[in-house]
């Protein structure tokens, strides 16, 4: 049974969830040839079947709430928020009914109700729809009230819009343009090549930030060997604002669990120092491709953009290529499906989610890339900009839900 709620009203529109006695009404609409037809299903609806759905699977249902558009306590149409999963919704359903109040705006009117009401009430932070691409009247109401164009599948445009939570702090610090925090533990000949592919980028506007988890002295010597030529600290506890390579190094004897969430908290350790506009990850057994930084600092010329993403090759122990990763248009949930090495964010992204989540399986990247999914889009770059390896001693080697 729905959770009872007062009417949601914006002076002489108001909402308020669809009762039994609303049926014969809103199956009325529905009906309508001039309605029926700007739905995905456009065949007349039977009472018994419109019964049986409000019956047997709207009011079991937590996850859908249609609500009854009423105009000066007149029912006119109606608006709905369903499939309702966490921070994400999808709109629809929208119709008025009533043709004599038609053309008065009280479609815009109730979906920016309802939106606030998903937003602020709900604290939904993703909402999406999908429309006919011929129903250029109900796509243009869409882009009025703030959806956009993600995609088109199958003959229907798929919108989405966003709301963040306000920034509780300050704007994030910034001396550099990139930051790059490197995960690093005891794979010095690798980590060579990692530290390497950052180096020879030849920019001065790149901090890097290695978090180690102890490694042994070999690791170190590389780190002078490939970067010795810049200023680095060998401690956390100094102030690093002006400082291009930092080592942030973890106390092994403290228990922290798993190998995953040792890296995980290894990263979170590192995030007090990111002192750039964008922010990048990589493992000490992978590298970066050519060209990355300039590949994403055209990404990010556009305010909007707060996370982005590209291509990602896989390669054996010898560095010789046998596979890509998965790469999609639009990632709506990015679990398992993008790895860190090819993904990066404004640094800003750590007022809202200031660090990685406890790792709770071999996707801890994933759980992050998850939270700024339900935040912001994730721009597509559609460039190669990071080599993944494969061998024995990675951290997992779970890469068929990865791979194309």
């Known amino acids: 049974m729905k959770t009872p709620m007062l009417p949601i009203v914006d002076g002489d529109v108001s909402l308020r969830l669809i009762q039994e006695a609303d049926l014969p009404k809103t199956l009325e609409w529905r009906n309508k040839p001039s309605v029926r037809g700007g739905f995905h299903h456009s065949d007349i609806i039977g009472w018994e079947n419109h019964l049986g759905w409000y019956q047997q699977k709207y009011l079991p249902s937590d996850s859908d709430l249609l609500f009854i558009i009423e105009l000066a306590g007149r029912p006119v149409g109606q608006v709905s928020l369903y499939n309702i999963d966490g921070p994400r919704a999808e709109f629809g359903r929208l119709m008025i009914g009533e ?60 919108m989405h819009l966003y709301q963040s939570h306000p920034a509780k702090a300050e704007p994030w610090p910034t001396d550099f343009t990139h930051t790059v925090i490197v995960s690093c533990y005891n794979r010095p000949h690798f980590l060579r090549q990692a530290l390497q592919s950052v180096a020879d980028q030849m920019r001065d506007d790149i901090q890097v930030i290695i978090a180690d988890d102890g490694s042994e002295d070999p690791v170190y010597d590389v780190i002078r060997e490939v970067l010795g030529g810049l200023w680095f600290t060998w401690t956390p506890k100094a102030t690093i604002a002006d400082q291009r390579v930092a080592l942030v190094v973890g106390d092994r004897t403290k228990d922290e669990g798993s190998v995953q969430n ?39 010329e556009d305010p909007k953009v707060m996370v982005a993403y ?77 080599y993944h390896r494969f061998h024995d001693r990675q951290m997992t080697k779970a890469a068929d839900g990865k791979r194309e």
């Open 99 to 158: 043709d004599d109040v038609r053309e008065r705006g009280i479609a815009k009117r109730a979906s920016l109700l309802l939106l606030k009401f998903a937003f602020e009430t709900l604290m939904v932070r993703r909402i999406y729809l999908s429309v006919k691409n011929e129903n250029a009247r109900a796509l243009g109401l869409y882009q009025r009230i703030g959806f956009e164009q993600y995609t088109e599948r199958e003959g229907s445009i798929l």
């Open 262 to 300: 040792r890296a995980v908290q290894r990263i979170n350790d590192a995030i007090p120092f990111v002192r750039g506009r964008i922010v990048h990850y990589l493992a000490d057994d992978d590298w970066y491709a050519p060209g990355r930084f300039e590949v994403f600092d055209k990404a990010f």
């Open 310 to 386: 590209g291509h990602e090759l896989f390669t054996d122990v010898d560095r010789n290529r046998i596979g890509r990763g998965i790469f999609l248009p639009f990632v709506d949930d990015p679990y398992n499906k993008l790895d860190h090495n090819q993904v990066c964010h404004r640094s800003d992204v750590f007022r809202w989610l200031p660090r990685w989540r406890d790792a709770i399986d071999n996707a801890s990247d994933g759980h992050w890339f998850r939270d700024m999914a339900e935040l912001w889009p994730f721009k597509m770059v559609d460039q190669v900009v990071a």
